[in-house]
């Protein structure tokens, strides 16, 4: 079956998921989107977990992070979208950034380790759909962040800014790039920036910007010294829950013209599996506690976790991975995951407050 697609994946998981979580009408938007991307692909559902929220975002993994000189061979699928794509400005400028980093020894392959495109799910959605997209930058240990900081940052700067300059079609406001400067000028040592997002589906003049190893009970200060000009007062209980629980709390705020009022803190675990890890129950205990997740989507949430065996989809797999498959022999096995990724608390000053868990789902490889 050479034409599998993500979307075989998807028919897969779906039995798995709760209407409670995806409803069908959204599953329905969400085929299409996977069926550009291949079997390769990963796929991530943005699920709200509040009562009367229903809203789903998708995001697919369109790169990984096994490089070697010949490139990253997912980008290159990007690159060489059908003519369709390449005729929508949006599309147009991802490939052109995707070919960007497809060039070796360029600033953007050396520090970009992996690209997802994030799908707003509509009602009524576009034919084709304009995605957000986020880039990873390589992560570091803390030692290097410690030992290098001063080189890192500058690196990390002019990665974020070739990238968006890219983009962007050199239309980056200064204002924003000066804001973007004093972020990462003020990351406390050991903190880093984990992505950068440019909201191209949401048409926000902004930039969304991940950062990772700021402690919680600092989150404050570094907010006040960037210039966000609010407080957390109202959610400080609950970011102390979460921290406790979680093995990383990661920041995420938007740099416009100013730093953006709201806010968003990700919580993750280091094994992502909620069958195996009791630490995603209390992360949900927590969030049903202040209210923030409903008991239907408490139980669909702990349920998703698994794995899906290619001898019980065998119309479904990729005849590639099959193949991989009987090379390997008996001791392994083709399979189809399905992982709860995080949980993001988003908060804005004006009180509002929302939880939501993010569902991944994809093909790999497991030892018996």
């Known amino acids: 079956m050479s034409s599998c697609t993500l979307e075989n994946y998807l028919q897969v998981v779906y ?6 979580l995806v409803s069908p009408t959204a599953l329905a938007y969400i085929h299409p989107i996977a ?14 977990l509040g009562a009367n929220k229903s809203n789903v975002d998708f995001s697919v993994l369109a790169t990984n992070s096994e490089r070697n ?3 990253l061979e997912k980008v290159n699928l990007l690159v060489n979208l059908p003519d369709k794509f390449s005729a929508n400005p949006i599309w147009k400028r991802i490939q052109n950034f995707c070919y960007a980093c497809d060039q070796p020894n360029s600033i953007l392959s050396r520090n970009i380790d992996n690209i997802w495109l994030e799908f ?3 009602e009524h959605p576009q ?11 390589k992560e570091l240990d803390s030692e290097q962040c410690s030992n290098q900081i001063s080189s890192i940052s500058t690196e990390q700067l002019q990665t974020v800014k070739t990238a968006l300059y890219i983009l962007f079609n ?5 204002v924003i790039e000066n804001n973007l400067g004093i972020c990462v000028n003020y990351l406390p040592q050991d903190s880093q920036i984990l992505y950068v997002g440019a909201m191209f589906s949401r048409q926000l003049e902004a930039v969304r910007v991940n950062i990772s190893g700021i402690p919680a009970e600092s ?3 570094y907010l006040s010294q960037i210039g966000w000009r609010y407080s957390i007062k109202p959610i400080q209980q609950i970011i102390r829950s979460l921290a406790k629980i979680a093995d990383a709390v990661i920041l995420n705020i938007d740099i416009g013209t100013s730093i953006f009022p709201k806010i968003g803190l990700e919580c993750l675990l280091n094994n992502k599996s909620t069958r195996c890890e009791p630490k995603w129950q209390l992360l949900l205990d927590c969030l049903v506690e202040h209210k923030l997740c409903t008991p239907e989507k408490y139980d669909a949430v702990l349920n998703w976790s698994g794995y899906s065996h290619e001898k019980d989809y065998p119309n479904l797999w990729s005849d590639t991975f099959s193949n991989v498959s009987r090379l390997l022999g008996d001791k392994w096995h083709s399979i189809c995951f399905r992982n709860l990724n995080h949980i993001k608390i988003n908060y804005h000053p004006d009180g509002d407050l929302e939880a939501k868990g993010y569902l991944a789902f994809g093909h790999t490889f497991v030892c018996k």
């Open 219 to 221: 989150f404050e200060d």
């Open 127 to 137: 034919l084709l759909p304009t995605p957000s997209l986020f880039l990873g930058l």
């Open 120 to 122: 707003d799910i509509e």
């Open 35 to 48: 069926k550009i991307f291949p079997s390769s692909s990963e796929g991530l559902f943005e699920c709200r």
């Open 170 to 174: 050199d239309d980056v406001l200064p």
């Open 15 to 20: 039995p798995h998921l709760s209407p409670e």
């Open 69 to 71: 000189h010949h490139g």
